[in-house]
């Protein structure tokens, strides 16, 4: 049944890099708590204790508003194909926002994705597994494309007056950083590259 460890194995590894959906879990001391899906390519494991994950645009930004507060962060991913499983990560997050020091060098693990938002590194300090066993099977159908072209109809301008408008502040007006402008068009995280 269920192990806990301070790092993940290599096995561990190999699971998270064939699952298509993780899920975020963050909260403050006083916030509402908040669970987000994930998909696309968007996540990658530096090392045993050390995962990064590509935000894209949202509605909210509930995710990056926590993390400022109190940065405690958990992921986790479900086998819904193969033998069951369920893996968690539990540890300390920080956000990394176009234009800062590393922001290049973690987006660079990443194909460009329209709409990027930040990228969240988490310090891992506990790994947990559990069996999955009433986790139902589901067959992966594809990614879907609409946030891609919402984000490229948008444009850059338009993203930009989009995270003002609607990401600035979480469900419950905790402040939310929002990313500098996007690089002009040519850019290697321009929309539309």
């Known amino acids: 049944m269920g192990q806990s460890s301070d790092a993940l194995t290599a096995d561990q590894i190999t699971f998270i890099g064939a699952q298509k959906l993780f899920f975020v879990g963050t909260a403050t001391t006083d916030s509402t708590v908040n669970v987000s899906p994930k998909g696309r390519d968007a996540l990658r494991v530096l090392d045993e204790r050390r995962v990064i994950w590509l935000n894209l645009t949202g509605s909210g930004n509930e995710t990056a508003a926590h993390v ?3 940065p405690r962060m958990t992921l986790m991913f ?3 194909e193969g033998p069951p499983q369920i ?3 539990y540890g300390t997050a920080r956000t990394t926002q176009r234009g800062e020091a590393d922001w290049e060098a973690l987006f660079g693990h990443f194909e460009p994705l329209a709409g990027a938002r930040q990228i969240f590194d ?3 300090e506990r790994v947990q597994t559990s069996c999955g066993m009433a986790v139902p099977r589901y067959s992966y159908g594809g990614d879907r494309t609409e946030l891609d072209s919402w984000a490229r109809r948008k444009g850059n301008d338009g993203l930009e007056r ?5 990401n ?3 469900i419950d007006g905790l402040p939310a950083p929002i990313p500098a402008p996007i690089a002009a068009p040519g850019a290697p995280d321009a929309v539309g590259d």
Do not use: E
Request: glycine share 0%; hydrophobic share 45%.
């Open 68 to 70: 400022q507060a109190c």
């Open 78 to 80: 479900c086998a819904f």
């Open 87 to 89: 893996l968690r990560l």
């Open 122 to 124: 988490l310090a891992i």
């Open 162 to 166: 989009y995270w003002k408008r609607k």
């Open 168 to 170: 600035r502040r979480s």
